[in-house]
T-cell receptor, first 110, second 116 residues
């Protein structure tokens, strides 16, 4: 079983729509969680950290469910510029190891 | 520059040749990572440095791969006797402290390696 699993998508949505997707992780001792964004042929960039109580950053909302071992990302009012691959990143029980999911591709169409 | 700098940005090499990839992390960042990403795939962990030491080399695919870091700064990833399956983008990342502790890791733009 992979440490971090994501639905690869693609999620094709019209501008203005809401899109949401999850990521599951296998290590119950994981302590840190992030969403990174990766544009085509570019490096990953931090979108947001995910906190236990859930957090929001503008149109983006992240949630953590420790009991079921998944995190989610919701994008409201989608923009064309939101088209990208979203990588789920989970920190393990040690203090440095990060595991990356293979990514969920989102395409926002006009 | 302010970000993680990698060179070369693109490298085409013949099978069997050695290549050296360089990473210059953000100044002051003690943690440095190397990842590999093949086309359409996720990031594969290669090695982690804390300062000049590498407590985790578990991701290096074979003994053809090696990495070092000097002066707590620049790191080089060396691939000997390259094979076609080594073709990928090699991403370097750095952070103030260990990434699993909640420190943000910042990536360089990668070194795109093609072995022909």
């Amino acid at each position: 079983r992979k440490e971090v699993e994501q639905d690869p998508g693609p999620f094709n949505v019209p501008e203005g729509a809401t899109v949401a997707f999850n990521c599951t992780y296998s290590n119950s001792a994981s302590q840190s969680f992030f969403w990174y964004r990766q544009d085509c042929r570019k490096e990953p960039k931090l979108l947001m950290s995910v906190y236990s109580s859930g957090n929001e950053d503008g149109r983006f909302t992240a949630q953590l469910n420790r009991a079921s071992q998944y995190i989610s990302l919701l994008i409201r009012d989608s923009k064309l510029s939101d088209s990208a691959t979203y990588l789920c990143v989970v920190g393990g029980s040690n203090d440095y190891k990060l595991s990356f999911g293979a990514g969920t591709t989102v395409t926002v169409r006009a | 520059g302010a970000g993680v700098s990698q060179s070369p940005s693109n490298k085409v090499t013949e099978k069997g040749k050695d290549v050296e990839l360089r990473c210059d992390p953000i100044s002051g960042h003690t943690a440095l990572y190397w990842y590999r990403q093949s086309l359409g795939q996720g990031l594969e962990f290669l090695i982690y440095f804390q300062g000049n030491s590498a407590p985790d080399k578990s991701g290096l695919p074979s003994d053809r791969f090696s990495a070092e870091r000097t002066g707590g700064s620049v790191s080089t990833l060396t691939i000997q006797r390259t094979q076609q399956e080594d073709s990928a983008v090699y991403l370097c990342a750095s952070s103030l402290g260990p990434g699993g502790s909640g420190n943000t890791i910042y990536f360089g733009e990668g070194s795109w390696l093609t072995v022909v």
